[in-house]
């Protein structure tokens, strides 16, 4: 089983990127997935997640209306689309997995999730 993502790199305030994780050796329909960053000095906090069967998905405040997460069952692929960033968005972004349990609903809790990615850099900086 592997989580990789891709896509981080360095914009100024207020560019855009968009963030994939693609998933190997195991099957990505019906899992609830989970983006995560941690910037330096920093814990972990989440990003947004949709549920196992895909749905309605969550944010954390500091990022509604700017992310929004969206996921291809087919292609085994997530995506985290980032607008308006800021550079307080600088962090190393992961993307989860929760691999033994079904969730109905979004869940933020990183405990929920137990495969994760490597992470990909994002810088927001001039």
């Known amino acids: 089983l592997q989580l990789v993502e891709s896509g981080g790199g360095t914009v100024p305030p207020g560019g855009s990127l968009r963030l994939s994780c693609v998933m190997s050796g195991f099957t990505f329909s019906n899992r609830a997935i989970g983006w995560f960053r941690q910037a330096p000095g920093k814990e972990r906090e989440a990003v947004a997640c949709t549920p196992s069967g895909g749905g309605s998905a969550a944010y954390a405040d500091s990022v509604k209306g700017r992310f929004t997460i969206s996921r291809e069952d087919a292609k085994n692929t997530a995506w985290l689309q980032m607008d308006s960033l800021k550079p307080e968005d600088t962090a190393v972004y992961f993307c989860?997995?929760?691999?033994?349990?079904?969730?109905?609903?979004?869940?933020?809790?990183?405990?929920?999730?137990?495969?994760w990615g490597q992470g990909t850099q994002v810088t927001v900086a001039s």
């Open positions: 989860a997995a929760a691999i033994r349990r079904w969730f109905a609903m979004p869940t933020l809790d990183s405990g929920d999730y137990d495969f």
